[in-house]
T-cell receptor
Framework: DADVTQTPRNRITKTGKRIMLECSQT?????MYWYRQDPGLGLRLIYY???????NKGEISDGYSVSRQAQAKFSLSLESAIPNQTALYFC??????????FGDGTRLSIL | QQQVKQSPQSLIVQKGGISIINCAYE??????FPWYQQFPGKGPALLIA?????SEKKEGRFTISFNKSAKQFSLHIMDSQPGDSATYFC????????????FGTGTRLQVTL
């Protein structure tokens, strides 16, 4: 089983819909992150959490929200999806000072 | 503001050749510089990382060269193989926050036979 699992792997939806992307981990890491990847832009940090009670905005948090339901679970929500949120989304986990481990991503298309 | 600039955007190298990818950073507070490798349909995976107290780090065919005064670092892949074909990202983070990374824009490497 994968250490960092993202669901769904692919999603197509319409403008204005609410969408939730989920991430779960079996690595026991305290820190979790959400990134989006766009061609030519690399990975950009949306939100991160250093423990269950800690939520921090990244560089591109507008239009997104997150929930850290447990140490192992970190969800990303798009309250009202818009086409320019079409991207590849990655969840990652880490311990303090240790490398990040990424899931295999969710490909999201908003029509 | 692009804090980590990566070049080239794409690279084609023959099997057995040397692949070189360059990154430059602006923030002098950065003190951890990893490279990630990403295959299609997969998430990025840590390949090799360096801290600025050394000028070079080598792991197998992969070497990071670091130039603190120029605020530049590069990845060299020696004896490049078709299996190295992937997208490579450089990244950087600040002291005490090795987990919060700023990524470059990525380089798509293709190694031909």
């Amino acid at each position: 089983d994968a250490d960092v699992t993202q669901t769904p792997r692919n999603r197509i939806t319409k403008t204005g819909k609410r969408i939730m992307l989920e991430c779960s981990q079996t690595k026991g890491h305290d820190r979790m992150y959400w990134y989006r990847q766009d061609p030519g832009l690399g990975l950009r940090l949306i939100y991160y959490s250093f423990d269950v009670k800690d939520i921090n905005k990244g560089e591109i948090s507008d239009g997104y929200s997150v929930s850290r339901q447990a140490q192992a679970k970190f969800s990303l929500s798009l309250e009202s999806a818009i086409p320019n949120q079409t991207a590849l989304y990655f969840c990652a986990t880490s311990d303090l000072g240790q490398p990040q481990h990424f899931g295999d991503g969710t490909r999201l298309s908003i029509l | 503001q692009q804090q980590v600039k990566q070049s080239p955007q794409s690279l084609i190298v023959q099997k057995g050749g040397i692949s070189i990818i360059n990154c430059a950073y602006e923030n002098t507070a950065f003190d951890y510089f990893p490279w990630y490798q990403q295959f299609p349909g997969k998430g990025p995976a840590l390949l090799i990382a360096i801290r600025p107290d050394v000028s070079e780090k080598k792991e197998g065919r992969f070497t990071i060269s670091f130039n603190k005064s120029a605020k530049q670092f590069s990845l060299h892949i020696m004896d490049s193989q078709p299996g190295d074909s992937a997208t490579y990202f450089c990244a950087a983070s600040k002291a005490g926050t090795a987990s919060k990374l700023t990524f470059g824009t990525g380089t798509r490497l293709q190694v031909t036979l």
